[in-house]
């Protein structure tokens, strides 16, 4: 008892440690970074029509096949502008097939956008109503999904892709997708 | 106009007894009701007049949709109100204006006029987007001390304010 006495005073100094280690760790989590769902499964189904090419649609059999980076984004969309110039480098990469989803907008500003950018898909799909997204789980743009041969969701990108992002986050996985199909 | 009737009210209230029992402790209505001279009413007014606009105003939401019945308006009001705006994400879906909870409550509308059931708009929801979007998050190893967390300390408080009343009573 006399032991516990003297030492009493260190609880509440314990108990302000760990509520400051806590504390701490608060201020670098990104709660608006949402774990997906998604992830492990094959990729929702879908019929849309094409954006550059209206008559023509596309469902999600045209994901399989390759490894696929799903870029979700939208001519209002600021943040997309900002990842656009890293996508159009990326359309460069021989083993990957970027696949645009046009979120909740307009045919005529979208196209205009990737005429004057620059065009680094090689198929976009035209979600006027942002249904489709819905089933994504596309809570804001711009967002990446990335995505196997056999059309599974790997891994989701929320927020601009930029090299920083690439080297950290996605090109692990890609070659990790590499390696299972060698 | 709202300011007037504001007014009216509460220099009533202040001035019966029942308020001005209940209400002596806030400084401009005890000035009031004992010295019957006021300082700073018309600033208590403005402030409560203030307050008064941010009242939310939770059922201009329901005008936009057409239900069937009473109970069909209960449940998409219960849905959205229990589901998180993942754009915004402290406001519900019902209280929010991004455009995602916006669609998001046409689906759910949508799905109470086909009759869908609420377990399974629920689930369609979190399939997409995870448990995050629910406000009451399931009981599972990951919100397991969610759960218990606090009842453990409430306990373990109780238990150690007994043991610390004992200890002094021993003294």
Redesign the interface.
């Known amino acids: 008892m006399k032991v516990f006495k003297s030492i009493r005073f260190i609880i509440p100094l314990i108990i302000f440690g760990i509520l400051i280690v806590f504390l701490w760790r608060g201020l670098f989590l990104k709660?608006?970074l949402?774990?997906?769902?998604?992830i492990g499964k094959s990729a929702p189904s879908f019929q849309l029509h094409q954006l550059m090419e209206p008559t023509l649609k596309t469902s999600q059999k045209d994901l399989i096949g390759h490894i696929t980076l799903l870029n979700v984004w939208a001519t209002w969309c600021v943040a997309c502008k900002v990842e656009h110039g890293f996508l159009l480098k990326l359309s460069n990469h021989r083993d990957l097939m970027l696949y645009g989803l046009n979120y909740?907008d307009d045919a005529t500003k979208a196209k205009e956008w990737l005429n004057t950018l620059g065009n680094p898909y090689q198929m976009v799909a035209f979600d006027p109503?942002?249904?489709v997204a819905?089933?994504?789980?596309v809570?804001?743009t711009p967002e990446t999904f990335i995505l196997d041969k056999k059309g599974i969701i790997r891994h989701k990108v929320i927020g601009p892709l930029s090299m920083e992002v690439w080297e950290r986050e996605i090109q692990p996985i890609i070659r990790k997708l590499q390696m299972e199909d060698a | 106009m709202i300011y007037n009737w504001c007014q009216k009210i509460f220099k009533k209230f202040c001035h019966s007894r029942a308020g001005g029992n209940l209400l002596g402790w806030i400084p401009a209505c005890a000035g009031m009701t004992k010295n019957k001279k006021v300082i700073s009413q018309h600033r208590l007014y403005r402030l409560i007049f203030i307050f008064l606009i941010f009242i939310p105003n939770a059922y201009a939401l329901e005008d936009l949709y057409r239900f069937n019945n009473a109970r069909e308006q209960k449940r998409f009001e219960q849905l959205t109100n229990e589901l998180r705006c993942l754009v915004c994400q402290n406001q519900n879906l019902a209280e929010s204006n991004a455009a995602l909870a916006v669609d998001l409550r046409n689906q759910i509308y949508n799905k109470i006029q086909h009759d869908v059931s609420d377990q399974e708009i629920i689930e369609y929801l979190v399939e997409r987007y995870g448990d995050f979007i629910l406000y009451r998050p399931p009981l599972n190893t990951v919100t397991f001390s969610l759960w218990f967390g606090p009842i453990l300390l409430l306990l373990t408080s109780i238990f150690y304010l007994f043991y610390y009343i004992h200890r002094k009573k021993r003294a």
């Open positions: 709660p608006n949402v774990p997906s769902p998604l909740k109503t942002g249904e819905i089933d994504w789980g809570y804001g």
